[in-house]
Antibody, heavy 119, light 107 residues
Framework: VQLVESGGGSVQPGRSLRLSCAASGFIFDDYAMHWVRQAPGKGLEWVSS????????AYADSVKGRFTVSRDNAKNALYLQMNSLRAEDTAFYFCAKESTGISWYFDLWGRGTRVTVSS | EIVMTQSPATLSVSPGERATLSCRASQSVGSKLAWYQQKPGQAPRLLIYDTSTRATGVPARFSGSGSGTEFTLTIDSLQSEDFALYYCQHYNTWPPRAFGQGTNLEI
């Protein structure tokens, strides 16, 4: 049972990156999924959430209009398209699996992928 | 929007002693509260959910309590591997966006 993020890297402000999260060991399309980021030396910041069927999607105000979350249940994959990147988007980005039922805590996390936005 | 506040920011405790970490919600979240542990360079790990239920594989020295707006994570007989960052999160509403700012448990 694991989540593995990829797609991070160093980019200039204003450019784009697409993060991926590969899920394995569980029935991916049974669960909502989330992106959480952590800037250097800072705490955890929720970024985005998507329900199992992509029917409901939510974004933090800090990324709304610039980031787009999506999933491909056939490929057991979660994505985060990040456009118009800013220096303040520099962080480790984690994908996280939501627990089942009405308890919406995150019971599985990936190891993260680093995004650096700098000129 | 519910704001989660953790205290203290840093807690210095000796191995073998007890650590008590606090988390306060700006309004009631019932029992919908989780705790995560994060070690340097690692992803967060779920420790406690529903205020007091230990996640699979979490040692019994970790316990959670509280309800409404006041919550506590207690770690008895601290081991060297317990020194880490700890975050609380409420999930009373979806999406579960609110984390506390963290408590750094140091030796």
């Amino acid at each position: 049972v694991q989540l593995v993020e990829s797609g991070g890297g160093s980019v200039q402000p204003g450019r784009s990156l697409r993060l991926s999260c590969a899920a394995s060991g569980f029935i991916f399309d049974d669960y909502a999924m989330h992106w959480v980021r952590q800037a250097p030396g800072k705490g955890l910041e929720w970024v985005s959430s998507i329900t199992w069927n992509s029917g409901t999607i939510a974004y933090a105000d800090s990324v709304k209009g610039r980031f787009t979350v999506s999933r491909d249940n056939a490929k057991n994959a979660l994505y985060l398209q990040m456009n118009s990147l800013r220096a303040e988007d520099t962080a480790f980005y984690f994908c996280a699996k939501e627990s089942t039922g009405i308890s919406w805590y995150f019971d599985l996390w990936g190891r993260g992928t680093r995004v650096t936005v700098s000129s | 929007e519910i704001v989660m506040t953790q205290s203290p920011a840093t807690l210095s405790v000796s191995p073998g002693e007890r650590a008590t970490l606090s988390c306060r919600a700006s309004q009631s979240v019932g029992s919908k509260l989780a705790w995560y542990q994060q070690k340097p360079g690692q992803a967060p790990r779920l420790l406690i959910y529903d205020t007091s239920t230990r996640a699979t594989g979490v040692p019994a020295r970790f316990s959670g309590s509280g309800s409404g707006t006041e919550f506590t994570l207690t770690i008895d007989s601290l081991q060297s591997e317990d020194f880490a960052l700890y975050y609380c999160q409420h999930y009373n509403t979806w999406p579960p966006r609110a984390f506390g700012q963290g408590t750094n448990l140091e030796i």
